[in-house]
């Protein structure tokens, strides 16, 4: 098939996905397996020293045996969902997350439907530290 020179660059863009920041793309997993308690691979993605914030009960919780045991006794007692809705890079390595978060009570009624921030720190390819913000 031949194809004129427009027809050819609509083509080749059509088929040419955008390249993502890893940053971004290792939080769209971590995400993604939080919302469906993929514990381990969530876990993969954190420093063995990092410092995660516990929103449930205030404070921080470090190292991700202490998240395992967070996030293991919050889904306890509820049911957290949280989708991605923008990422910012503010520094080298230091990315604010839009996030749209809904909270269900164990038999499904919402607790907290809410858009906030989450901060994370990077040292090389894992996340060092999270905390929340409002937006």
Do not use: S
């Amino acid at each position: 098939m031949e194809l004129d020179g427009f027809a050819l660059h609509v083509h080749l863009r059509r088929e040419v996905e955008p390249v993502k920041p890893p940053k971004q793309e290792l939080l769209k997993a971590a995400y993604a397996a939080f919302n469906r308690r993929d514990l381990e691979t969530a876990l993969a993605l954190l420093h063995p020293e990092v410092e995660w914030a516990n929103g449930l009960e205030g404070g921080t919780v470090h190292g991700p045996e202490a998240v395992r045991a967070y996030w293991t006794r919050q889904w306890g007692l509820i049911d957290p969902q949280a989708e991605p809705l923008g990422f910012e890079e503010q520094e080298a390595d230091c990315v604010v997350v839009k996030v749209h978060q809904m909270v269900r009570d164990l038999q499904g009624a919402v607790l907290a439907d809410r858009v906030i921030c989450h901060v994370y720190a990077f040292e090389g390819d894992l996340v060092r530290r999270m905390e929340i913000r409002d937006p």
